[in-house]
């Protein structure tokens, strides 16, 4: 066991088997992670304080739920504090994306209050209508940035979807109270709706600061209420609460807010000047991507573009893009549509 000094209070830090407490006086936090893809795993946390909540479920079919059933045993028989799937009165939602809330489209949890920003809502209220949505919106952003993909099946979660009226939706709002005076802080950026909570010496980070990864920039001339503006404004909210435990939706848990997400602001403005150094020149957004990871290939571990899948592909030109509205925004890049409807940058 290791203690965490946080402010006045002490935190402890156990593990048993995969599963971590973190505790302090009557609340008990235990970590979970499931498998929401092969390889990547979605922290869920069970809170425990009189009330049982869930903070975030992962995506996934049965193998998912065993994934948490296995880890309320370990709770049950390991840290003797005994519970059970029907126990959990509440589950809140980090944001809209689905390795945080795809788990709900099993009956097994239904029944329960589901808390999630009012922005990220929709999501759940009609997964497919916006999947449809997002994808025709991802086939012109593709075309607009000079690449021919083959964009049959991207982003294959054609099956999800979860029957809401099964659960008792409760949107929330930036500085609501919910359960036992939990805060709710809005941070838009990573999704529209993404939020923070806010427990006593923990802050639940949902995706906006992870321990490894900088996390995924959505371009807000894209989807609105994404952007790495936005983004980078809620790092510094995270920061200004001072010191606190955070508790990351993925990787490992951070013990300086503030200093990763100082690390994090840092790289951003790196990835800027070199996506401003490449538009010297009038390029295209597979162009600029394309070079970008040839000059940073560490980032997608010494490969290039066409060596990723389609829907990493994807992903990368989201992530380039985002910082080039920056720069649009800034005055610093200009934008121009060729007549084939291809966009082009260059530096002003
Ligand atoms: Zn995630």
Known sequence: MDTIEIGTTTVTETEIEGVKEYAWDDTHIYQIGIESFPGHITNTYLIMDGEVNLFDTGLGGKKALKELERGLEIISTHFRQKVKLEDISGIIISHGHADHWGLLSHPELKGKKVYIHELDSETLVDFQKRLTGAKERIKNFVNQAGWDLEMDNIFSLDKLQVRIADYELVKLTNGQKIIADYEVYHV???SPGSILLKIGPVLFLGDLILSETTPHQLPGSLIEGCGLRLYLNSLKKAASFGNLLGLPAHEEIIYSIKDRADEITVFHYHRLLDIL???ATEKNLFQITDEYYQLRSEYINGKTIAELTRDDQILAL????????????DGKVI???TDNGVLKYHAQ
């Open 335 to 337: 934008m121009t549509e």
């Open 318 to 329: 989201e992530e380039i893009r985002a910082h080039l509205d920056y720069l649009i925004e």
């Open 277 to 279: 150094d490449l538009c």
């Open 188 to 190: 838009p950026g990573h």
